[in-house]
């Protein structure tokens, strides 16, 4: 993975701010957005955003195809581990595929969990259009980081992306499970041992002061879930999954679109299958469809979802297996789970009332945005003292 020193970032992506020029100009004129022309929409007009991870073609072309037929604009998402597992021209060009296939509908190229600005300023110097610089661990993705460390990595981060257009994620408290205090290392970032409640939740004054040191376009809040299928051992209450804090944050900084992390749902559909067909989950539970709705209904307007599309994905590979053991043509496997992804993709997008606004979208890029911020519209307005 290209990775970048910020002065390197600075002097690099500096070149870039005006032309953005190594991608091509019908392909930027099209429909690859920055996130927070999306969120800004979405926040006027009352829905969130699923922000779906992806790997592969399969997985692309799953949301894609939900969109368009639910007329919903896009987050694609791609962690640290999806860019080296498919290699970042593989990830750029089956997104830019995404956009010359479907010209109508504004897709964001967002990267997901940047361990540090070197990863970020990496990301946006292959056109990613939005990153998440996470500091609320260390580069390590491992260690929880001071409260000092993560304004001024994230800063950093604001200052270069902000002046090429590029928006970008904080996050604020760590994620992980408000039952047992732990984190949820599965895909490689989370922190280890045991945290407190006070580090599993944010706090509403500080990320007050957190947006107005960092000016953040959008901050992902810890509120007790976690990423993977083990979030939770039975349906979640208040007691673990603390959406009221959603509300109590939103009144603190009400300008700044919030983002919920871990929000698969874990149907357990997919698990049953899965399991009927040799696979072996043990009994556990996601956080509900209706809480999440609750969380858009005070300011969260990105929902990022992995695990669902995982399981889906995996049901149907399992399934066509066992329903002709004889077939080894890789597409018997990958059309029923392209398929089963795009069921759960409809669904999210139905559910956070997102259908319908594609087309409503002005689309506008990179290069529109570095003005605004270079003029200070979009600096964060409110801040409300708690
Ligand atoms: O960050 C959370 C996502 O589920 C990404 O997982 O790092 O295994 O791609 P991953
Ligand atoms: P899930 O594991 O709940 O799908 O969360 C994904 C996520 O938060 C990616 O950043
Ligand atoms: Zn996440």
Redesign the pocket.
């Known amino acids: 993975m290209a990775e970048f020193s910020g002065s390197e970032a600075a002097h690099l992506l500096g070149g870039l701010a005006t032309t953005f020029d190594f991608l091509p100009s019908e392909v930027l004129n099209m429909a690859l957005v920055p996130l927070r022309l999306l969120l800004d929409h979405a926040a006027e007009n009352g829905y969130g955003i699923p922000a779906f ?1 992806v790997n592969n073609l399969e997985q692309v072309q799953s949301i894609m195809e939900a969109a368009y037929e639910t007329d919903s604009p896009v987050i694609l998402q791609a962690s640290r581990g999806a860019r080296s597992y498919a290699g970042e021209n593989f990830l750029r060009h089956l997104i830019l595929a995404a956009v010359e296939t479907y010209p109508d509908i504004p897709v964001v190229m967002h990267q ?2 940047g361990n540090s600005p070197a990863t970020c300023f990496g990301a946006a110097a292959n056109g990613f259009t939005s990153v998440m610089m996470d500091g609320s661990l260390e580069a390590d993705a491992k260690t929880p980081a001071s409260y000092e460390y993560n304004v001024n990595t994230t800063k950093e981060v604001v200052d270069v992306a902000h002046a090429i257009g590029v928006s970008v994620e904080g996050e604020l408290g760590c994620l992980g499970s408000l039952e047992t205090g732990k984190g949820e290392a599965e895909d490689g970032h989370g922190f280890e041992g045991s945290l407190s409640k006070e580090q599993l939740l944010t706090d509403p004054a500080e990320a007050a002061d957190f947006v107005a040191r960092t000016k953040v376009d959008a901050l992902a809040i810890a509120i007790g879930t976690s ?2 299928a083990y979030k939770f051992t039975r349906k979640p209450t208040g007691e673990v999954l603390a959406i009221s804090r959603i509300a109590e944050i939103h009144k603190a900084i009400p300008n700044t679109h919030l983002v919920m ?4 749902s874990v149907p357990q559909e997919w698990i049953e299958m899965i399991n009927k067909y040799g696979g072996s989950i043990p009994e556990t539970y ?1 956080v509900p469809v209706e809480e999440i709705q609750e969380g858009i209904r005070n300011g969260v307007r990105k929902v ?5 599309n995982r399981l889906a994905f995996t049901a149907a590979i399992r399934e066509a297996a066992a329903s002709d053991p004889s077939n080894f043509d890789p597409r018997h496997f990958n059309k029923p789970a392209r398929k089963y992804m795009k069921q759960v993709c409809l669904d999210r997008y139905q559910q956070f009332w997102c259908a319908g606004n594609a087309s409503k979208i002005h689309q506008r890029d990179i290069n529109y945005y570095a003005g605004l911020y270079a003029k200070g519209a979009l600096d964060p307005k409110t801040v409300v003292a708690v």
């Open positions: 991870n997901d969990h990423h993977g992390h871990g929000s698969s996601g990022n979802i992995d695990t669902d």
